[in-house]
Nanobody, 114 residues
C-alpha cells in the first residue's frame, strides 16, 4: 500500500493548511488512518488518528486547532490545521494501520513562520 500525501507548505503563524492522504492501492478498505509529525532532531509523534468507525483522537498540543476527517468514497483522509504555530513546523506523515502492519507516506513539510 502506498500513501500519497499532499498539502504541506509554508504559512505564517495563525494561518491554516489542509493535508490530504490517499492510499494508492485498490481494495484497501477502511482502516485506521493517522497523521504523525517529526521535527528536526525529534522523534516522530502522533498528531491525530481516525478509526474506521470515525472516532478521532488528538495530541494535546493540537486539540481544538486540528481536525482529522475522511471521505469514505474517495478513501482520502484529511488533516485541517488551523491557528498554526511555529512549533507545528515538522514533516507530517500519513499512516495507515492494517492489523499489526503500519504503512507510511513519504511525508510532507509544514513550515510555520512567526
Amino acid at each position: 500500500v502506498q500513501l500519497q500525501a499532499s498539502g504541506g507548505g509554508w504559512v505564517q503563524a495563525g494561518g491554516s493548511l489542509r493535508l490530504s492522504c490517499t492510499p494508492s492501492a485498490r481494495g484497501v478498505g477502511i482502516n485506521r488512518m493517522g497523521w504523525y509529525r517529526q521535527a528536526p532532531g525529534k522523534q516522530r509523534d502522533l498528531v491525530a488518528i481516525i478509526a474506521p468507525s470515525g472516532d478521532t483522537s488528538y495530541a494535546d498540543s493540537v486539540k481544538g486547532r486540528f481536525t482529522i476527517s475522511r471521505d469514505y468514497v474517495k478513501k482520502t483522509t484529511y488533516l485541517q490545521m488551523n491557528s498554526l504555530k511555529p512549533e507545528d513546523t515538522a514533516v507530517y506523515y500519513c499512516n495507515l494501520k492494517r492489523g499489526m502492519v503500519d504503512y507510511w507516506g513519504k511525508g510532507t513539510q509544514v513550515t510555520v513562520s512567526s
